[in-house]
């Protein structure tokens, strides 16, 4: 059984620092995707980073807006995945969720206010149950 639990979110100052985790069981050894997905207030979610791989480490995407920003890294010892986010912006305050299955997605997947999807159309296929980023001035 897949679960993905995120943690580390919470309010920062803008120009801070957050780490997120996400725990996860049941991928290990598989060749699934693995990322993070933000939705802002009001509006779809939208890719931020992924990475695919069977070891830690692996081919990571991160979305171009935020490149110089976010790092995306995974520990298959420790079944956890990371996002650290450095000079966050308000714009950056959203509800993060770890996503992950055996389609291809990343930061340019076509997502709804509810899922996202690969390019052949497959949804993500798991989520995680968000953790909200507040950023203040």
């Known amino acids: 059984r897949v679960q993905l639990v995120e943690s580390g979110g919470g309010p920062v100052q803008t120009g801070g620092s957050l780490r997120l985790s996400c725990a996860f069981s049941?991928?290990?050894?598989?060749?699934?995707?693995m990322g993070w997905v933000r939705q802002p207030p009001g509006k779809k979610r939208e890719g931020v980073a992924s990475?695919?791989?069977?070891?830690?480490?692996?081919?990571?995407r991160v979305a171009y807006a935020m490149k110089d920003r976010v790092t995306i890294s995974k520990d298959n010892a420790k079944n956890t995945l990371y996002l650290q986010m450095n000079s966050l912006k308000p714009e950056d305050a959203a509800i993060y969720y770890c996503?992950?299955?055996?389609?291809?997605?990343?930061?340019?997947?076509?997502?709804?206010?509810?899922?996202?999807?690969?390019?052949?159309?497959?949804?993500?296929?798991?989520w995680g149950q968000g953790t909200p980023v507040t950023v203040y001035s």
């Open positions: 996503a992950a299955g055996p389609a291809e997605f990343g930061p340019r997947s076509y997502c709804t206010d509810t899922d996202c999807y690969s390019s052949d159309g497959r949804p993500i296929g798991f």
């Open positions: 049941g991928i290990n050894g598989t060749n699934w995707y």
């Open positions: 990475i695919y791989s069977v070891v830690s480490g692996g081919t990571t």
